[in-house]
């Protein structure tokens, strides 16, 4: 398994029988910001899954390197915990094309395992077997279409669900807060809670999505802006660029006509 900036390339295939030779990118994951669901030396980053590898694959897959726990799946790195919604409707879209992936693995020797893997072109890493085969594209498209279709009863079902939900803890919380504001101290302070237009969130993945499209948004209005104040300036320089040509132009003819002796301003 050779190197690639920081990264470890895992020659695989789909499968015994199949020709192709994909690469997969491996290295341990570490970032600053820690995730209880992703933790540091039992995680595998993985860039380049195809899109036909799902859950069950990966774990099978990998399993020969340890006992793997879960597999995540993003549409680009990102070290947040990802958001897990109980519904069959309200769930975020499926990824399309390649992948990022990470592994978690029950204990470290996994991810020692997994990036001490030996492969190469000739031997590459089988990614599916007879036990766990990879779904093919039709039966893919025939279970994506399945799924997509709408149960009004149960999609109602699951509406009235969310909102008794919703309502029974907004209630909670809206009475703690009463509680504790309304509650002195000893010396008669009373405790100020965080409440008005920005209570504050949880960092989600489908929140931080939100946030870095208004950032993009943000981004692209102060480059256009930035790009029409370039040219109102350039604009000014060469009006006064002209306008100090043509003061030098007719200095000089001032000076042409005072020596000449033939100067008549009227």
């Known amino acids: 398994m050779e190197e690639c900036v920081g990264f470890k390339v895992l020659p695989v295939k789909a499968n015994e029988n ?3 030779i994909r690469h997969l990118f491996l290295k341990m994951h570490i970032t600053r910001e820690k995730c209880a669901q992703k933790p540091e030396y039992q995680t595998l980053f993985v860039i380049g899954v195809p899109e036909f590898c799902d859950q069950k694959i990966m774990k099978h897959a990998f399993r ?8 995540y799946f993003h549409s680009e790195p990102t070290p947040i915990e990802q958001e897990i919604l109980p519904s069959k409707y309200f769930i975020p879209k499926s990824i399309k094309g390649f992948k990022v992936a ?7 020797s996994g991810l020692e395992n997994a990036l001490s893997l030996k492969c190469t072109e000739s031997e ?26 709408v149960d009004e ?20 919380r809206i009475q703690t807060e009463k509680e504790t504001v309304d509650n002195e101290d000893e010396d008669g302070w009373k405790t100020v809670t965080k409440k008005g237009r920005n209570p504050g969130f949880a960092r989600k993945e489908v929140i931080k999505n939100n946030i870095m499209k208004n950032e993009a948004k943000k981004k692209i209005k102060k480059t256009l802006k930035n790009f029409y104040r370039f ?11 002209e306008l100090r040509n043509k003061f030098d132009n007719d200095k000089s003819k001032i000076e042409l006509l005072k020596q000449s002796r033939k100067f008549k301003p009227f």
């Open 153 to 172: 009863k149960e999609l109602q079902s699951e509406i009235d669900t969310y909102m008794l939900k919703y309502d029974k803890t907004s209630a909670a």
């Open 64 to 71: 020969r390197c340890g006992k793997v726990k879960s597999v």
């Open 102 to 108: 990470y592994i978690v693995f029950a204990h470290t």
């Open 231 to 241: 040219q109102i300036k350039e604009t000014k320089i060469n009006q006064l660029m």
């Open 18 to 20: 199949s020709k192709a």
């Open 124 to 149: 590459p890493f089988i990614l599916s077997t007879q036990s766990a085969p990879i779904t093919n594209i039709v039966n893919r498209w025939c279970e994506n279409y399945n799924n997509n279709i």
